[in-house]
């Protein structure tokens, strides 16, 4: 529950994609201290990529927290239906649901904000019939494993890589 009277969760309309792509862009630049060898990609791609993967193939959902006292977006949570590519994965018979992102703006955090962005996207995958959502977090990135550990989340495997040059 949000502890902020003024900050509401919604649905993202297409007019919101580009203050989306903006604060993906500072969760990437906080991600890239995890990981060096992700490439930020250009916020026209983001936007791109929104409109058309997440939003446009009615798959995917992208919910806002709103600062109503300043008509700002400060949050966002992205989630969709997975499309089942990886064939080799079945979970008995259910459908899945993926997080791909969430992120709040630091001056917001620990508000409460980030949990029901969180919430929204669950009950969002619930009532498409989905049973099962899965995400990954940096395992260095603490904040953020124990945030997804508070809304329930549980570490199932560790994936790990090597860079060869």
Do not use: Q
């Not at 060898?37 to 993967?53: A, N, Q």
């Not at 395992?139 to 124990?146: G, M, P, Q």
């Amino acid at each position: 529950m949000i502890n902020d009277k003024k900050i509401k969760i919604r649905e993202a309309s297409l007019r919101d994609l580009e203050s989306v792509a903006e604060l993906k862009l500072k969760l990437g630049k906080h991600e890239r201290r995890f990981d060096k060898e992700m490439k930020i990609l250009p916020k026209r791609t983001i936007v791109t990529y929104l409109k058309k993967d997440v939003l446009g193939k009615n798959k995917g959902k992208i919910f806002v927290a709103v600062d109503e006292s300043i008509r700002r977006i400060v949050g966002y949570c992205i989630g969709w239906i997975d499309s089942g590519d990886w064939p080799w994965i079945e979970y008995r018979g259910l459908r899945a649901g993926y997080i791909c992102d969430c992120f709040v703006l630091d001056k917001y955090r620990r508000r409460g904000i980030g949990s029901s962005l969180v919430k929204e996207m669950l009950k969002w995958l619930k009532s498409r019939k989905i049973k099962i959502t899965h995400l990954g977090v940096y395992s260095r990135n603490k904040r953020a494993y124990n945030a997804w550990k508070s809304v329930g989340f549980r570490e199932l495997e560790i994936t790990m890589r090597k860079v060869v040059r």
